[in-house]
């Protein structure tokens, strides 16, 4: 049983790409969570979403960041026109459906550098 | 004022010492409540679930008092091993979804 992959590991991109960061949630969990480490900050919640639906994204900035979670497919956290400051650890968490007393199983994360 | 705080640290303790960390949180309806580990910004690892009436793995005690709001973490007879950034969890009233939040982590170097 698989844990939570995320791909890739390291991007780079230059400034004004567009970044693209996949995560599978574990087998049999529904809902993926997305927390963005800046440099020597903590975890920051971004985005929050069950299959086909945003259910909280209270944590994600106003421009620039989507996030998907399709039927079919991994989850998306797609950033248009990078900037420096997006340079973070992205880091996706999945759990089942009633989560009760269980924590996050997280991805080992996508670092990505803005050059 | 942040819903979950925790004394950033760090913490130096030689080994064998036993340590403490404590994590105040402002939402009163909170249901559960977590420790994590990270390791040199790895991924973050559940390391235990805290109870009401406190729990315990080994070296490791949880504590929560929801009288005051605070949950805290004692390691007893700290191993070379213990170094990491500790994080405090607090999951939202309905704990069936809705987003954790995390403290900031306790930084914790255990030295020889």
């Known amino acids: ?115 | 004022r942040k819903e979950v705080e925790q004394d950033p640290g760090p913490f130096n303790v030689p080994e064998g010492a036993t340590v403490a960390f404590n994590c105040t949180y402002s939402n009163s309806a909170s249901q559960s409540f977590f420790w994590y580990r990270q390791d040199c910004r790895k991924e973050p690892k559940l390391l235990m679930s805290v109870y009401s009436s406190g729990n315990e793995d080994g070296r490791f005690t949880a504590q929560l008092n929801r009288a005051s709001q605070y949950i805290s973490l004692l390691i007893r007879d700290s191993k070379l091993s213990d170094s990491a950034t500790y994080l405090c969890v607090v999951n939202p009233p309905n704990t069936n979804a809705g987003k954790s939040t995390f403290g900031d982590g306790t930084t914790l170097t255990v030295k020889p």
């Not at chain 1, 698989?2 to 991109?13: D, E, I, S, Y």
């Not at chain 1, 480490?37 to 209270?58: A, H, R, T």
């Not at chain 1, 900035?61 to 950033?79: D, Q, Y």
Request: charged share 25%; glycine share 10%; net charge positive.
């Open chain 1, 1 to 115: 049983n698989a844990g939570v992959m995320q791909n890739p590991r390291h991007l780079v991109r230059r400034r004004g790409q567009e970044a693209r960061l996949r995560c599978s949630p574990m087998k049999g969990h529904s809902h993926v969570y997305w927390y963005r480490q800046l440099p020597e900050e903590g975890l920051k919640f971004m985005v929050y979403l069950q299959k086909e639906n945003i259910i909280d994204e209270s944590g994600m900035p106003k421009e620039r960041f989507s996030a998907e979670f399709p039927k079919e497919g991994p989850s998306i956290l797609r950033i248009q026109q990078v900037v420096r400051g997006d340079s973070a650890a992205y880091f996706c968490a999945s759990s089942p459906i009633d989560r009760g007393r269980s924590g996050y199983t997280f991805g080992s994360g996508t670092r990505l550098t803005v050059v």
